[in-house]
């Protein structure tokens, strides 16, 4: 299993650029998230997805959008990239929900992509 | 605004020390907490899961969780080098108003073990 997969690992945008950032997992889970995280802070949600053609949005949605046609696939959009969203991103993975207060929903995260918009 | 708060850091024991690392929540609708360490330049990777009360204990690693304080925190004995990273510690959403259960995560503390 290879788990978590993302690509690219590392990208510079120019402002008002666009891009795709690729998340995959093998795991079969059907819960998945994407997140950032800034320079000496914690993970932030942008959005997440419960299964194939569901997603919500999470804390951070503003200037992204996401799709999830399949279980495996849950790619991340910027449309007109600002400074304001260079970060680093994690795509995650989990089995199960978090609904019950005992569920042992561990997620597993990919290795990240280091966006920089100048 | 429901938070997860960590101090920052960088905190620094010594080889062998124990390193006690501390976490406190806004909501009291969570009922589950996770840590997680990083590495730097690395993604985050769990390590322990508490729900109740008390204590739980996992090789070196000990979580501690105490709900009517919204207080978690853990507590790594025999410090080694390879601890050396910073430490999420994670709460999840409480169930009401549809919540997916996501997790809410602090800022994290970065953790130092000189030899």
């Known amino acids: 299993n290879a788990g978590v997969t993302q690509t690219p690992k590392f990208r510079i945008l120019k402002i008002g650029q666009s891009m795709t950032l690729q998340c995959t997992q093998d795991m079969n889970h059907n819960y998945m998230y994407w997140y950032r995280q800034d320079p000496g802070m914690g993970l932030k949600l942008i959005y997440y997805?419960?299964?194939?053609?569901?997603?919500d949005k999470g804390e951070v949605p503003n200037g992204y959008n996401v799709s999830r046609s399949t279980t495996e696939d849950f790619p991340l959009r910027l449309e007109l990239a600002a400074p304001s969203q260079t970060s680093v991103y994690f795509c995650?993975?989990?089995?199960?929900?978090?609904?019950?207060?005992?569920?042992?929903?561990?997620?597993?995260f990919g290795p990240g992509t280091r966006l920089t918009v100048l | 605004q429901k938070e997860v708060e960590q101090n920052s850091g960088p905190l620094s024991v010594p080889e062998g020390a124990i390193a006690s690392l501390n976490c406190t929540y806004s909501d009291r609708g969570s009922q589950s907490f996770f840590w997680y360490r990083q590495y730097s330049g690395k993604s985050p990777e769990l390590i322990m899961f508490?729900?109740?009360?008390g204590d739980k204990e996992d090789g070196r690693f000990t979580a501690q969780l105490n709900k009517a304080s919204q207080y978690v925190s853990l507590l790594i004995r025999d410090s080694q080098p390879s601890d050396s990273a910073t430490y999420l510690c994670?709460?999840?959403?409480?169930?009401?108003?549809?919540?997916?259960?996501?997790?809410?995560f602090g800022k994290g503390t970065k953790l130092s073990v000189k030899p």
């Open positions: 508490i729900y109740s009360n």
């Open positions: 997805s419960v299964g194939a053609g569901i997603t």
């Open positions: 995650a993975s989990s089995r199960t929900s978090g609904r019950s207060s005992s569920s042992y929903n561990e997620q597993f």
């Open positions: 994670a709460g999840k959403e409480g169930n009401y108003g549809g919540s997916q259960g996501n997790l809410i």
